[in-house]
């Protein structure tokens, strides 16, 4: 596969390190590789390179710099807010998710109910909403953490989390999102809110995979997930991963200096593409919330035929993006997020999600355009169902 050809609209799955990221985090993995705790002017360097990270990422948030800790992944820092605040509070045996959020909360969830937790999953409709009314009936004085995502990584639903909040506050719970998939693509300011815990990645915004951020909202109460020295102020051990920091950092910078500009830009990508594609397939459906979504997210489904089957051949055009139903031991397992949505069987397996980037052209969408109208009704004609 030639990378030059590569038409990449996976970028919810993970995105390019932008050239500012590459370029900044390189010399602390060739020059200024100093350990940020070493007592020495070296090591000094780069524990002031992870300082200036926290108030990059802060900056993004719209945050303090000391209630950034940064972290392995999204996924240690989901895990890292809930772990927490079951610990904090051990009479609070209970905990509020939704049913569409990312295999790192709910296969925590998963393991917390076989330790004897009790999780309740919010439902959603055939948009992917949640009720906030059903929410509140949820949430008790027993309740610990309630978590929702910001952003959905299938459909790019975006979730009414300060109202959720709220309703948590008002039964003595906390609450988390997972912003993954939020964070650098719409606007977040923690100044103006009452979430308590919010994760990131830097992956998902131009930085590299391995590093990620929990933002601890001050005076929140945190027992540390992982244990051992006192980086991070104590909050999470483990010697800092300097590059990764800082290039999350720049990430940060770049993701907010262009943000307005960019979800102009690829949400105007996005909408000829779904709207070209509409067009050209035969009964398409849009999976999802049209009107509160991430600028660069469409999920489409295109019924009676397999989105493995369109993925394939897809390929040699290039084109990358991701489908609803995953492999996972020979069978096609559909997706968890559009099965909650009630969207028939007969288009999760066709569905596929073009996600996209400010990296992404004109240019490729009229590719994308071009070539998979032909590939839909010729996988229709060939289709099992008879259509
Ligand atoms: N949460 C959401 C919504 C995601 O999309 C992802 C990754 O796809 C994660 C969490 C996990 O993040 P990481 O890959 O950094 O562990």
Redesign the pocket.
Known sequence: MDPAKIIYVDN???TAVAPEVLEAMMPFMTTWYGNPSSPHPFGDYAKRAVDHAHGQVATLLGCDPDEIIFT???????NAAILSALEIDPKRRRIVSTAV?????LSLCDVLRRRGYHVDLLPVDHHGRINLDQLRGLVTDETAIVSI?W???ETGNLYPVEEAARIAHAKGALFHT?A??AAGKIPINLKDSVIDFL?L????LHAP?GV?ALFKRRFVPFNQFIIGGHQERGLRAGTENVAGIVALGQAADLARAHMAEERTYVAGLRDHLERELLASCPDPVVNGNPEHRLPNTTNISFKYIEGESILFLMHPFGICASSGSACTSGSLEPSHVLRAMGVPQIAIHGSIRFSLSRFNTRAEMDVIIAKLPPIIHRLRQISPYGR
């Not at 392995?72 to 989901?78: I, K, Y």
């Not at 959020?101 to 909360?105: L, S």
């Not at 990645?201 to 998902?204: E, L």
Request: hydrophobic fraction near 20%; proline fraction near 3%; charged fraction near 20%.
């Open positions: 919810n799955a993970t392995g992944c999204g996924t240690e820092s989901d959020e990312h295999p790192a909360i995502m952003a959905n990584n997972d993954v998939q994760s990645s830097g992956h998902k995979k990620g």
